[in-house]
């Protein structure tokens, strides 16, 4: 899916957000009596809210613009801090943890796998050394406990060695031939086909030759069919659905890699463009605020200099020139 796409998801989970605030203004704030009222808000809440933060964590984790990530994630952190207040509520309300949601599901239409809560991508990607980290301690552990056995190393010897070489020849060779071959079959068809403009062909042989075209294109989607069953049969490869979840995570690897790439050169294009102009500013600031401070106590020793009647009578006509002289 394009960034568009990601864009217009925010927009619109935003303006969901904005109306579920709305909505709690005008019902969470007003006491209720009854306890099966009240459970029924809490639960609608937040199946709405966790619907919410599937959509925001779609949106921040697909987004390549830092900023607009930056802004996703802090409405993400506060969806998600609303999340354990309502869940902390309900607690309090039954006392218990486990909460039965079917009428609640039935009235919004939604399927139990809606009440689940996903762990954010940017979750395991922050701590994606940590997490490591202990994979390999936990695999240390179980090593040592006798729990897992390692595999053994085995070095290639030469005989497997030139196999592995012959094989790998043999397969390139057969792909020029293969190659060399389609090239003269096409040739060989071009030819025919300015042959075949030449002269008028009937119906029948047109009618003909389109059967022919299409059983042999029939005849090969079976075939190849037929053969992609038998290779998962077999277990030589993998079912489509297993394929297609692979692509997809290589596609986020590349996409987090993509993400990564853009925060880096974002921040070195600022540091780049914006970076003497911010220093010289910071600098000119920090020179005015010790200027400020130095006229500051300049006056105020000023007037730890004065004499005691002119202090206490800051009223007269004669005071104001003489303030004025002090702090100018």
């Not at 409405?75 to 218990?96: H, P, Q, T």
Request: proline fraction near 3%; include cysteine.
């Amino acid at each position: 899916m394009s960034q568009a796409t990601y864009i217009k998801l925010w927009a619109d989970t935003q303006r969901e957000l904005d109306t579920m605030l709305q909505r709690e203004r005008e019902e969470f704030l007003q006491p209720q009596e009854d306890r099966e009222k009240v459970w029924k808000m809490l639960a609608t809440a937040y199946v709405r809210y966790l619907e919410i933060f599937r959509r925001l964590e779609a949106s921040h984790a697909h987004l390549i613009h830092q900023q607009k990530r930056a802004a996703v994630r802090q409405v993400l952190d506060g969806v998600m801090g609303r999340l354990l207040e309502i869940k902390r509520e309900m607690v309090a309300l039954e006392s218990s943890e486990c909460h039965c949601m079917d009428g609640i599901l039935l009235e919004l239409q939604r399927v139990p796998e809606d009440i689940e809560i996903p762990i954010p991508e940017y979750f395991v990607k922050e701590n994606l050394r940590v997490l490591q980290e202990r994979e390999k301690y936990l695999q240390e552990i179980l090593l040592n406990a006798g729990l897992l056995e390692e595999e053994p190393v085995r070095a290639m010897t030469l005989e497997e060695a030139i196999r592995v070489i012959q094989v790998a020849e043999r397969a390139r060779q057969g792909r020029a031939r293969a190659a060399f071959m389609r090239r003269i079959y096409l040739e060989e068809k071009r030819q025919s086909k300015k042959q075949q403009k030449t002269t008028r062909i009937n119906p029948d042989a047109a009618a003909t030759c389109i059967q022919k075209v299409w059983r042999g294109y029939h005849q090969r989607m079976e075939t190849e069919k037929l053969r992609e069953e038998e290779m998962v049969f077999l277990g030589m490869s993998l079912p489509p659905e297993v394929e297609a979840r692979s692509v997809l995570q290589k596609a986020n690897v590349l996409q987090g890699e993509v993400q990564e790439r853009e925060d880096y050169s974002f921040r070195q294009e600022l540091r780049e463009a914006e970076g003497s102009h911010i220093k010289e500013t910071l600098q000119d600031e920090i020179t005015q605020c010790f200027v400020e401070c130095r006229r500051n106590q300049d006056n105020q020793e000023s007037w730890q200099t004065l004499p005691a009647h002119l202090k206490g009578n800051r009223d007269s006509h004669f005071f104001i020139p003489l303030i004025t002289y002090c702090y100018p």
